[in-house]
């Protein structure tokens, strides 16, 4: 049976090179033995021996994909349980470090409630970093759907506003907006767009200096009609031009080491991207080292969908 299969697979091969060697002019001369195989008369054995490298690297490539991508499923798998089961404690520590530090237990110094009040910040910060590590694995894995509405753009930067104020206020930072009027609303998903954008100005209040500026800004796309472009310009330490890329892929850090200033997931950007491209718009930087940076996205507005429905 293993030399029928053999046999088989060899005069497909020869048939496959019958082809391509009468385009190239050879010919092929089959045995009168009827029970060998063809012989290739006239042809290289060298372009026999490529032709079955060929043929294993190709395979061997396929089976490296396959692998790849069972290692890509097992890997958000694994992020996504070890997260579940560390966000239970993490909210136990928040919820007790609370009660402590309102009281509820006893009475407790100026000094103690400082302590809690740190252990309450650290706790909320890893809290924050799990869920955006739950969001990454549940994007990977193609669990999330949106749920589209109309909505407009000003009254969700005015949202991430309201949850980033006192950090803009501790840093003495100029907050602006600029939103021309009239302005299509936006036709996505308003919780996507709602991270999405708390993820820029969380960036852009996090790596800009004290007292300087962070503005928002909207307006219609000049390369597509119907869609909005927003706009997220602060006065930050910049990008530099060849990590405008790599910013928006999973884990990455512009400075990976250990005494980095600046902490984070590296998940962020890469889950802003998903949520972007799932609208079928675009995220990208401008920016350069030392001179701020100018983060861009785009949306489909009501003016799109009413096109399509037209048409």
């Known amino acids: 049976m293993a030399e029928l299969r053999l046999r088989v697979h060899v005069h497909e091969s020869v048939e496959k090179l019958r082809n391509t060697s009468a385009r190239e002019g050879f010919h092929v001369i089959d045995t009168p033995d009827s029970n060998s195989t063809p012989a290739l008369l ?5 372009l026999i021996a490529e032709d079955e490298l060929v043929r294993q690297h190709i395979q061997e490539l396929e089976r490296t994909v396959r692998e790849l991508r069972n290692l890509d499923v097992a890997k958000s798998q694994f992020l996504a349980n070890v997260s579940h089961e560390l966000r239970t404690p993490l909210t136990a ?3 007790y470090g609370e009660v402590l530090r309102d009281g509820l237990l006893g009475e407790t110094n100026p000094r103690q409630r400082e302590a809690m009040q740190s252990i309450i910040g650290s706790s909320r910060q890893l809290l ?3 869920e955006e590590i739950l969001t990454y694995a549940r994007t990977n894995a193609r669990a999330i759907e949106l749920e589209t509405t109309e909505f407009e753009i000003a009254a969700v930067v005015n949202d991430v506003y309201q949850m980033s104020g006192s950090l803009i206020k501790q840093k003495n930072l100029r907050f602006e907006t600029d939103f021309p009027s009239p302005l299509p609303r936006a036709r996505a998903d308003r919780d996507k767009v709602l991270h999405v954008l708390g993820n820029l100005i969380g960036n852009a209040i996090e790596f800009t200096p004290r007292e300087g500026s962070i503005r928002v800004e909207a307006g219609r796309s000049v390369k597509r009609d119907g869609w909005v472009e927003v706009r997220v310009v602060d006065t930050g330490i910049g990008i530099k ?3 405008h ?6 884990f990455a850090q512009v400075d990976s080491s250990r005494a980095r200033r600046h902490h984070g ?3 962020g950007l ?3 991207r998903n949520f972007i491209l799932l609208h ?3 995220i990208w930087v401008e920016s350069e080292a030392g001179r701020g940076s100018c983060f861009f996205f785009t949306l489909p507005a009501e003016e799109a969908s009413q096109q399509v429905g037209a048409a």
Do not use: D, Q
């Not at 890329?245 to 999973?250: K, N, T």
């Open 42 to 46: 006239g042809i290289p054995a060298e």
């Open 93 to 95: 520590i928040v919820t």
């Open 128 to 130: 924050s970093m799990i």
């Open 241 to 243: 031009p060849e990590h």
């Open 270 to 272: 890469a889950i802003a």
């Open 245 to 250: 890329e790599m910013i928006f892929r999973e």
């Open 265 to 267: 997931t590296g998940l």
């Open 280 to 282: 079928g718009g675009e």
